[in-house]
């Protein structure tokens, strides 16, 4: 098993995210995180997942997916080419005694406090790879806090340089 | 001009004749339009045999086929056809009348998300939500589905789509598809690897499937394997690409195939696998290994290639391109001993079949049948026992041979002749189905006689879902769990229903006279075969 980032160029049609999610799930094939959002070309959507299989079934994944109608193309992010970056949002219980413990952690992780109240904070931390342990060692500097609710915007990524762009007409 | 004659102009545009399907409110405008067309409609007497005969339309012309139902359920029992055709590939455009789309998401009455729940079994599927939409979204769709690896396209239409004004119809000469780019022409370097491959081995093969069919590549394949003397074995779907009776044929592989078939590729040292999918009932025989051997692997669809047997050599690309291409290049193939070993294999290796006195024997039945057929006749079999004598002892001469084989959908074969023959009229068109199938479809004997459609109907009655009961013979040691078909009706009275004539087949005398008088009846009729209920595949 092994992890890989697929990149999708897909044209902007009512139901396309539906109709790729739909083909992982009958086919079987896990999705760790799927985000999609428009391109700076309103036609299109970029749709970056990331997943994980053998070599076969990550090989089946970029053909399946690369021959749906709605996909211009799907890539593969490899790490040593690509930029990552996912963004992840962590409340924390705080009393008024241990609150300062709390932000010295958050310090020490270079993350962001975006929400303060009296019984919460809100931590914004940044991840920069798919095998990044940051966010997993933070949580485990947490025991003994309580997270209230954690979210992530799943994994984005472009390729670096101008090697392997899809130029758009 | 409105929603609903556009769609029938935009079917005018691509020649299309004929529509099967069955109307109810939500599709009203669209049969009101067609009425003002050349465009012909036949009534199915239920939703899924109207895709049944557009994919057997389609196959036959080598064109598209069209059904057009209503919302709902109307929409709902078209799947399995629709699914049927994607199995097998087929071309195939599937319009669907939908609720008000201010109503959409509302569940009202016969409304259902079929854009939703066909995603899995169709190429591609189209919601028109604005009326100036339809002109490209029909060019689209015909041209999605005729293309790369064919397949259904649906087309839902809202009812106040359809009733809609449309300003300015205007059919797209052109198409400019984004994102759907299908490889056609051959890589040419792999195609130099397969010739260096080929001149060096000994026993080299080729397993034909229904990609060979889909792109009218029967020609250039048969010129291919006479050029270099190759051998041929086929997959389900491919039987019929090259006639039965062709020297360099081997029959179909498989576990319902011929032995010596899947001797001949065990034995290959290389094997181009010709549209065909590599499918678990292709190759399950057990003792086919693919180590040691060049496994060549040609299909449209790249993501077929790799998906159940890794190949040596991809060869994404159409058939028909690729054999062209081949023949542009001239080398030597040195296969007679090879071929002189498979000829072998198949006078010592033919399946001896035990007798079954009292009763007609199938197998026997079915070579006759199709030996007496006319030499381009059009034989449909069905699914069960019935399919796999078919495919063991139909001989196809010049003809066509159609079944669902990937989906193996029970009662195709009625409806899918019907299609035939309304396209082919000139044609000699045979069901042949058991009796579990006949009662899946029989109502179309109501659509053939509406609309004069002259096929004909063969039933291989045993009283039993024979493949069902042949499974539980063997696994389940003649426990028979509701495989029994006791209550069906007296095939004689259904024909006198139907105004049919009628053949009753008992015995093996009666054969050869029987089938000539029923051949030579031009109008549409019936014949039953009473087989042994004990017989086994």
């Known amino acids: ?169 | 001009m409105i929603g609903a004659d556009a769609m029938v102009k935009c079917l005018e545009k691509e020649g299309v004749k004929v529509v099967f399907g069955y109307p109810g409110v939500a599709i009203c405008p669209f049969y009101n339009s067609i009425l003002n067309s050349e465009i012909e409609s036949v009534l199915v007497r239920t939703e899924q045999n109207a895709a049944h005969a557009a994919s057997g339309l389609a196959r036959v012309t080598d064109g598209i086929g069209v059904c057009a139902v209503t919302s709902g359920p109307g929409a709902t029992n078209l799947i399995t056809g629709i699914a049927t055709a994607f199995a097998d590939s087929i071309p195939m455009i599937c319009i669907t009348g939908q609720v008000n789309s201010e109503l959409l998401g509302s569940d009202v009455f016969q409304e259902a998300d079929i854009t939703g729940a066909v995603e899995s079994f169709v190429k591609y599927s189209y919601l028109v939500k604005d009326v100036n939409d339809i002109p490209r979204i029909f060019k689209e769709a015909f041209y999605i589905a005729t293309t790369g690896r064919k397949g259904p396209v649906l087309i839902d239409v809202p009812i106040d789509v359809q009733n809609a004004k449309i300003s300015n119809f205007e059919y797209p000469e052109e198409i400019s598809l984004r994102t759907y780019k299908p490889t056609v022409k051959g890589h040419s370097q792999q195609i130099k690897r397969v010739i260096k491959e080929l001149q060096k081995v000994k026993r080299p093969i080729i397993c034909v499937g229904g990609g060979v069919a889909l792109s009218q590549a029967n020609q250039e394949l048969i010129e291919f394997a006479e050029h270099h003397r190759i051998p041929v074995v086929s997959t389900m779907m491919g039987i019929g690409i090259m006639p039965t009776k062709h020297p360099l044929y081997f029959g179909m592989v498989g576990n319902n195939g011929k032995p010596y078939a899947n001797r001949a590729m065990n034995e290959a040292d290389l094997i181009i696998m010709a549209g065909a999918r590599v499918a678990d009932r292709a190759i399950s025989q057990p003792d086919l290994i693919f180590d040691n051997k060049v496994l060549v692997h040609m299909d449209v669809d790249p993501a077929e290639i790799g998906k159940n047997v890794g190949p040596t050599i991809p060869l994404v690309g159409d058939a028909k391109h690729i054999f062209k291409d081949f023949e542009e290049h001239d080398f030597y193939c040195d296969s007679d001993a090879w071929v002189e070993t498979l000829n072998g294999y198949r006078e010592e290796m033919e399946p001896k079949r035990p007798d079954h006195p009292g009763f007609v024997d199938p197998a026997k039945f079915i070579t006759r049948l199709s030996e007496k057929m006319e030499d381009d006749a059009i034989y449909v079999a069905d699914v069960g026992q019935n399919q796999i004598w078919s495919c063991a002892y139909h001989v196809v001469k010049n003809g066509r041979f159609l079944t669902s084989g990937g989906m193996g959908t029970m009662g195709y074969s009625i409806p899918a002749a019907m299609g035939a023959k309304y396209a082919i009229k000139d044609k000699q068109v045979i069901a042949v189905c058991g009796d579990g199938s006949f009662q899946m479809s029989m109502m179309e004997l109501a659509t053939m006689r509406q609309h004069g459609i002259n096929s004909k109907v063969i039933v291989l009655k045993n009283n039993y879902l024979g493949m069902v009961r042949q499974y539980q013979h063997f696994t389940y040691k003649d426990n028979y769990s509701v495989v029994d078909l006791a209550g069906s009706p007296d095939l004689e009275h259904i024909s006198a229903a139907y105004n049919m004539p009628f053949f009753r087949l008992t015995s093996m005398d009666e054969m050869e006279d029987m089938l000539d008088e029923f051949l030579k009846n031009d109008s549409a009729c019936l014949m039953e075969v009473l087989i042994d209920p004990m017989d086994l595949v």
């Open chain 1, 1 to 169: 098993m092994q992890k890989k980032v697929f990149q999708l160029l897909v044209d902007n049609t009512s139901g396309v995210l539906s109709r790729i999610s739909g083909l992982f799930s009958r086919r079987g094939y896990n999705i760790e995180s799927i985000t999609a959002g428009v391109t700076a070309d309103p036609n299109y959507t970029r749709i970056t997942i990331v997943t994980s299989g053998d070599d076969e079934i990550l090989d089946q994944i970029e053909k399946q997916v690369g021959k749906l109608v709605d996909v211009r193309d799907i890539k593969v992010l490899e790490p040593d080419e690509s930029v990552y970056r996912e963004l992840v949002l962590i409340k924390i219980r705080v009393t008024s005694e241990n609150r300062l413990s709390v932000i010295g952690l958050v310090d020490s992780f270079k993350a962001r406090i975006v929400d303060v109240s009296k019984e919460s904070l809100t931590v914004e931390m940044e991840v920069k790879g798919i095998s990044d342990s940051k966010i997993d060692n933070f949580i485990n500097l947490l025991e003994g806090y309580e997270i209230l609710e954690l979210a992530r915007t799943g994994l984005i990524g472009l390729g670096r340089g101008t090697d392997n762009v899809t130029y758009l007409p």
